[in-house]
Every structure is written in structure tokens, then in C-alpha cells.
DNA sequence: TTGTAGGCGTTATCAT
DNA sequence: ATGATAACGCCTACAA
């Protein structure tokens, strides 16, 4: 292996030349670049980013924290997405990255994961899939020790930023829009998970259009599943004009439900997840870009790497309709 | 961050004694074993990965080297599994991992990946997803530089192994069940990707089963795409009595395409993705369980990695039908 | 059986 | 502007 070591020798400048060079430092001569540069290429040196790891305590090293939630199928395509973007613009900001599920910290304290993150060098953490109840985590960022940036919580201080849509304007949205295109007026709509932030946020926009609109609205539960919202479906939709779902698997699930009962009412998701394609009845959706969202919080994670401080992005949404046709390939 | 150095002075000995310690070396007393232990966990005291790492040059770090291929849907749960089942394993085993996508190394060359590879302190590397044409994977393996562990592709020596199911006789036992069930004649196989290595496994198994009962058979390519499959069967199927295929997406392409076509024909995969269940009606399929390989893969490169030579290792397949009720939760 | 010391490849401080 | 040199935390001959 070509070590910075070799580059100085073959460059006939000291190591910590070549290191200053590499690490875009102030006070090198224009010529002295291009001697070590010159010398880089040559080698075709990389730098060992283990050492540099280990050298400096500085940013370099992330870790995505990821809940995978092994009781929701839709599951893998979400997290699929969020972990190619995020590791795609690491790759790009040439930052390393190691990837964690929650599942792995069961019954861990947040000074245990805070011990692990150490051992690896770890400077700071995406951290997708939190809940209210994640409380280990909730300390975690407490603690201060590390650079966050959470997905769709709003967590926001010196370093700590949030990203994600804006959950509650996207409801309001796809909601305005499948009950306008249906003139519906009594609304079952189907929340995500209690104590998820997410869902709170989209029952508060629910509550601003059914107010502005003069509607009535029956809220229930559905832990993002979709066998429950199959079984709420069942049981109340028979008296409403439209079935508003967090999910587009709950969606799917109430859909399905409808078909079963043999009545129809217009059904709306949240996701934009391919699955949609497949169920043979196209619904409005929010579809979220969770690979950009991922490479955003990627992007936020290095400013906050870089003494930057927190703050909260918000990730553009759109509405749309996925048909068998249009995801097929 | 209370390192080895503490542990050493806490517990009265050398550093070179709690590194003994650590790792299971030979030649140190019960006694200072039992001082050391409780230096490490009075103190807390995990070791810093980086450090051993850049240490020693053996172990330690593998990598994950995944060709996620965007142009099929199914890709997402099938990958999201093997990355799980993988790092789960790691973990148990004590491995750091990082996780690559083929995509990143897009024109880069083997040696150029290499490096890469060694200035990450990776020491071995699990393929997923290789194909025939991929040369500079092939090159990676040949320099032997890395313990290599290949998923469905049979790579075999001193420090390579290759892990999967048996992928002939997968295809035989659903493809005779299919056709025992239905009597069939006259096949239509829809093979996966030219040039793939399962693809001329499973193809094998065919005509295998093909002389053995006395079938005719017509083969078309249709590359893992649900389109192509789609397209194939309007094609071809209407004078055949079974359609099979070398994997889910493109036995449901087939499927729909059947029920367009408004004629009844058996249909039967391979994978046992969650999407089968959805598609309405139940077909025959091949359970792969890919966190089980996956799990399987990372055992294997530890055992590589800790000088054993490469093998073959052949995980289990079953037969299933997933209904909706099966997966819905 | 235990301890000493050199090295892994960088970074960063401090002279020069 | 450049170059020694001491960390960083751990591993591993080798010496005691």
C-alpha cells in the first residue's frame, strides 16, 4: 500500500507537506502543490481514511441509524432508498459511513451506543424512523457528544438538525385534492402510528382542512399497518365518503377492504411507494423522494460536521397517482 | 474516551497484557484474565475499531459490495435483506462493515477498486449480485488481495467461497410441482438475465426436468423485467399450457399479461418476494430466505478471513404460495 | 507469564 | 512556507 509516506519521498517535500496539501491547508506555495499532486497521481495514492480516522477526532466517520421495522412490508423500499442516497453523497463529501438498525441497541443505554459509536470513530449519525418512545435516542442527542440529523422529528439545537417534508401541508394536500375530486364530506381517516411525530403532524393538518372545509372526521389508529387499517376500514367506512390514510399501506390495506365489502369510496396513501402500482386501483398519493431526503440529511449531517449549526429543511413533496403502467419496467 | 491505557493502569498490568486479554490470546494467567476483565468493565471500556484496524492488518473490516439494480422494483427487498441479514451476523462476529453499491465504481478499474478497498482497511469483501459480465469484479477476485465471499455466482478457491441456494434444483422442484399439479405440456420458460449464473443453472434444471418427463419447452430471455416478461408471454403463451419463470416479477408480468390476454395459464416464480402476495392470484414460487444467505455469506468470510480456504456453501430453498392473508400484518 | 518498544498511516503542533 | 515530531489507540514481536 502507498503510503503519504512514499508520496512525500517521490514529491522530495516532508509528510506533513503532503498532508497540508491533501487537506486543502493555507500556507503552501503554489509550487509545492503541484510537486505533491504530481506526486499523488503517480502513485495513484489514496489516503488511508482508517488513519486519518484514528489521527484527527474530527468529522470524517457517520453512522445512518436506521429502524427497520420488520412488521411493515413496505418497510424495504423506504429504507432502501434512504440508505443509497445517503451513501451516495458520503461517497461525494467523502465521508465514511457504517450502517446500524435499531434492532441492534435493543436494551442498550444511550451511553452504550454513545461507548459503541466512540470505539468507531463516530462523529455523527442520521438517525431515521425515531418515535416518541425512542427515548434512548431522544438522550443520545441530549448528550451533545455527537453531530444528528433526524429524519421526520422535529429535534433542532447547536448540533442537531431535522429534515423531511412538511407532513402536515402534504395531508392537507392530497387530502384537499381526493375530496375535491369526490365533493366528500365525511372523512374516516386512518392515522399512522400514536406518538409518532409524523402523525401528529398530519392529523393537525386534517383538522385545519376539515375545519376550512366544513367537514366531519372520524380519526382512528392504524399503527401504519395494513391489516388494521383493513379491520378500521371494515367497521367504519360504510357511513363515510372517503377513506384518508398515512400510509399508502394502509391504504392498501382499506382499498382491499372496499373491494371486499363491495362499495366504493375514493382511498388516499402517503409514501408514493411502488406497491401502489400493483393493487389494481390508482389512489392519490404524496410520494416523498426518500433518496433525496436521505442524501439532503447526508448533506446536512457534513454542514453540522463542519461547525455549522442545526436547523430544520424541508424536502419538497409532490402529488401522484402510480399506475400498473407507470411502474413497470 | 477511556482507552486500553486506562484499562492497563486500572488493572495493574501491561497494555500489551489487556491486548492478550482481548483477544484470546495463549499464555496469560486466570488470574490476570479475571483483573482484566473487571478493569474493562468497571471502566466501561470498549476498543476502538479504528485503532485495531490501522493496527493490524488482518480482519476486521469487510465490505459489502452490492449491485443494486435500479430498472426492478423487487430489488429493494430482496438487497434490504441480504444488507440486514449481514450485518446482523457482523455484529455477532465483532466485524465492522461498510456498505458499496456497484453503481459507485462505475468506470473505475479493479486496481482503482482495490485501492479504494485497502485504504478503507477492508480485508474481505461479499458480492451480491454479479454477473458474468462484470469483469473488473471478476479481476478484484482474481488479485486475491481480499477474502471474497460471491452470492449466486460460483467462485470457488484458496480464499474465495460462493454461497446460495441450489439454483438447478430450485428451479426443478417448483417447475414439477407446477407442472404435476396442472399436467402440463407444452412450457413456456422465461429465463432471467443472458449471460446470468443462475440464469444457465435454472435453465439446466429445465431441461433436465424437460427430458426426464417428456415436455417440450420454448425459452425466451426475458432479463428479470416484468416488462419483458409481460411481453413474452402475449406472445408465446397462448399455445403453451404453463408459463414459468425464472423469478416473482416477471411470473406477475406474466400473470397480468395472462388475465389481459383473458385465458387461464399456470404461472410460477422464483424469489418468494412479499409482492406475490398482492397480485391476487397465488402462484408457486421459490422461497429464498436472503437474510439467511446473507447471514450465511458473513459467516463464511469470517472463516476466510480467519485462513480457511474458500468452499461452496449451499443454503436451503422451499416451495411456498404467498396469499395476501400471509403477508398482510 | 508479563512487560517493553516499535509500528500502523495520518493529523496537528511547533520550530525553523 | 516547510519540516520534525509527538500524538491517536491498538497490535505484536521480542525481551525479561
Chains 1, 2 share one sequence.
Do not use: W
Not at 412490508?73 to 432502501?80: H, K, T
Not at 444511550?110 to 416518541?132: C, F, P, T, W
Not at 385545519?208 to 379491520?231: D, H, P, W, Y
Amino acid at each position: 500500500m502507498v503510503s503519504i509516506k512514499d508520496v512525500a519521498k517521490h514529491a522530495g517535500v516532508a509528510i506533513s507537506t503532503v498532508s497540508k496539501v491533501l487537506n486543502n491547508y493555507p500556507n503552501v506555495s503554489e509550487a509545492t502543490k503541484i510537486k505533491v499532486n504530481k506526486a499523488v497521481a503517480e502513485l495513484n495514492f489514496v489516503p488511508n481514511s482508517v488513519a486519518a480516522a484514528l489521527s484527527s477526532k474530527q468529522a470524517g466517520r457517520v453512522a445512518l441509524l436506521i429502524n427497520i421495522n420488520v412488521e411493515t412490508n413496505a418497510i424495504d423500499e423506504i429504507d432502501m432508498r434512504y440508505i443509497a442516497g445517503a451513501l451516495n453523497k458520503a461517497m461525494e463529501l467523502n465521508l465514511d459511513v457504517i450502517t446500524l438498525f435499531f434492532f441492534m441497541f435493543q436494551n442498550k443505554t444511550a451511553e452504550e451506543i454513545a461507548r459503541y459509536l466512540e470505539s468507531q470513530s463516530i462523529a455523527g449519525v442520521i438517525i431515521y424512523g425515531m418515535s416518541k418512545e425512542d427515548k434512548v435516542l431522544h438522550k443520545l442527542i441530549a448528550m451533545g457528544k455527537f453531530k444528528c440529523v433526524v429524519i421526520d422529528a422535529p429535534f433542532v439545537n447547536e448540533n442537531t438538525s431535522c429534515v423531511g417534508v412538511d407532513h402536515k401541508q402534504a395531508q392537507i394536500d392530497v387530502a384537499r385534492k381526493t375530496i375535491e375530486e369526490n365533493k366528500s364530506k365525511r372523512i374516516l381517516y386512518i392515522a399512522g402510528k400514536r406518538n409518532g411525530y409524523v402523525t401528529d403532524e398530519r392529523i393537525k393538518g386534517m383538522e385545519e382542512l376539515v375545519k376550512e372545509k366544513n367537514l366531519t372526521m372520524m380519526i382512528r389508529n392504524g399503527e401504519f399497518s395494513e391489516l388494521q387499517a383493513r379491520n378500521i376500514t371494515l367497521k367504519y367506512a360504510k357511513n363515510k365518503d372517503v377513506v384518508i390514510c398515512a400510509s399508502d399501506l394502509m391504504a392498501i390495506g382499506a382499498m382491499k377492504a372496499l373491494i371486499e365489502m363491495d362499495i366504493f369510496r375514493p382511498v388516499c396513501g402517503f409514501d408514493g411507494i411502488v406497491l401502489m402500482g400493483y393493487v389494481g386501483k390508482q389512489m392519490n398519493t404524496v410520494r416523498q423522494d426518500f433518496a433525496e431526503i436521505s442524501s439532503k440529511a447526508m448533506e446536512e449531517l457534513h454542514r453540522l460536521l463542519n461547525g455549522e449549526t442545526g436547523r430544520n429543511v424541508v424536502v419538497d413533496h409532490t402529488l401522484v397517482r402510480l399506475k400498473y403502467e407507470d411502474i413497470i419496467c
